[in-house]
C-alpha cells in the first residue's frame, strides 16, 4: 500500500481509480465492507483502489471541546489495519479550518477526480462533505455523474439491532464490554504502541515487562487481561496489567501504566512498535498486602493467560 500525505505528494495523477472517503476510525466492521467492496471492484475493473482519509478528525476542527477527546486508534494504527486489507493508495489529508470550506464540487473536481481518477465512488448512507458539511452522499452523486463517476451508497451495519459505529464502539471499550466491542470491529479489541523504559519493579518480581506508551488511543479500563502481541509480524502471548500498581504507590494521581508480559521472551524491544490484542479479562487491578502476595497472584494470573489462550 502507498501512503500519501497530502495532495502535493501524489505526485501523478492516478489513471483510473475506485474509492472510498472516510475517517474510519477503528476500521471496525462496517468499514471494512466499505474498504472490501472498494478493493474487489478495482480487481474486476482493473483500476487502483483508494482510500482517502483525514487527519486530525474532522471533529476536533470543527467542534473543539465538544468531540470526544480520544480516537478509538491512532493515525499510526489506522494505517496498519488499512494496509491489511490489501489497499492499493491510502490518501491521508490533513483537516484544517481552511479545508473545511472547499465546496463538495471543488472537492469532487479537484480531490476526486483530477487527482484520484476516480471512476467509482462508495461511501456510507450517512457520508457529509464540503463547506459546512453542505454535501451529502446525494450531492456526491450528483456532481460526480457530471464527470462520469459513479457514486454508490452502502447501508451502515446491524449487529444486534444496533447501528455499528465508532462512537458506540468507544463507550463499550470505556466500559469494558470488550467480547462485544470485538464483535463490532470484527477483530479482538487491541492497541498499538512504543515499548519505553518503565521503572522496572515487574522485573524485580521475576516478571519483567514491557512498558507500553499507547498512541493517544483509547484503552480499556484497569484490570489484568489475556493478550496476544504482534510484534514485527511474530505473534506471541502474555499477560497485560492496566493500572495504577496500588500494592506500591498510592493510586490518587496517578495516571495507570500499561505493562505486558510477554510469555517465553527474553529480547530487548524498546522503541519498538507493539499490537496488543486483548483476548479476555482476567480481573480487577487490587491492592495486596505485600509483594509476596502479589507474586502468588501473578503466578495464577499466568497459569490462567495461558489456559486462555492456548
Request: hydrophobic share 40%; glycine share 8%.
Amino acid at each position: 500500500m502507498k501512503i500519501i500525505h497530502g495532495l502535493r505528494n501524489l505526485k501523478h495523477r492516478i489513471k483510473g481509480s475506485v474509492v472510498t472517503i472516510g475517517v474510519f476510525d477503528g476500521v471496525h466492521i462496517g468499514h471494512r465492507k466499505i474498504i472490501k467492496k472498494v478493493v474487489d471492484r478495482t480487481r474486476t475493473l482493473g483500476l487502483k483502489s483508494v482510500v482517502v482519509t483525514f487527519d486530525p478528525h474532522p471533529l476536533k476542527i470543527l467542534r473543539p471541546g465538544t468531540a470526544e477527546p480520544l480516537s478509538l486508534v491512532s493515525l499510526q494504527h489506522r494505517i496498519r489495519l488499512i494496509r491489511a486489507l490489501d489497499v492499493d493508495y491510502l490518501l491521508i489529508l490533513k483537516f484544517t479550518r481552511m479545508f473545511s470550506l472547499l465546496s463538495p464540487s471543488n472537492f469532487v473536481k479537484d480531490v476526486l477526480i483530477n487527482r484520484l481518477g476516480a471512476k467509482e465512488i462508495y461511501v456510507g448512507e450517512n457520508f457529509y462533505f464540503g463547506r459546512n458539511a453542505s454535501g451529502g452522499a446525494h450531492i456526491l452523486k450528483k456532481i460526480s455523474q457530471g464527470f462520469g463517476c459513479r457514486v454508490y451508497t452502502l447501508k451502515p451495519v446491524k449487529i444486534s439491532n444496533r447501528i455499528v459505529s465508532s462512537s458506540l464502539i468507544r463507550k463499550l471499550i470505556l466500559r469494558g464490554i470488550l467480547a462485544e466491542a470485538s464483535r463490532l470491529l470484527a477483530r479482538p479489541v487491541s492497541i498499538l504502541g512504543t515499548v519505553v523504559e518503565g521503572s522496572k519493579l515487574a522485573r524485580l518480581l521475576g516478571y519483567p515487562t514491557a512498558n507500553v506508551n499507547p498512541h493517544h488511543e483509547i484503552i480499556p479500563p484497569t484490570g489484568v487481561y489475556a493478550v496476544k502481541i504482534n510484534l514485527d509480524g511474530r505473534w506471541l502471548k502474555g499477560i497485560l496489567n492496566i493500572g495504577v500498581r496500588p500494592t506500591f504507590y498510592s493510586s490518587r494521581d496517578r495516571e495507570p501504566t500499561i505493562e505486558v508480559h510477554i510469555f517465553d521472551f527474553t529480547s530487548r524491544i524498546y522503541g519498538k512498535d507493539i499490537e496488543i490484542f486483548f483476548i479476555k479479562k482476567i480481573r480487577d487491578e487490587r491492592r495486596f498486602k505485600n509483594a509476596k502476595e502479589l507474586i502468588a497472584q501473578i503466578r495464577r494470573d499466568e497459569r490462567t493467560a495461558r489456559s486462555v489462550l492456548r
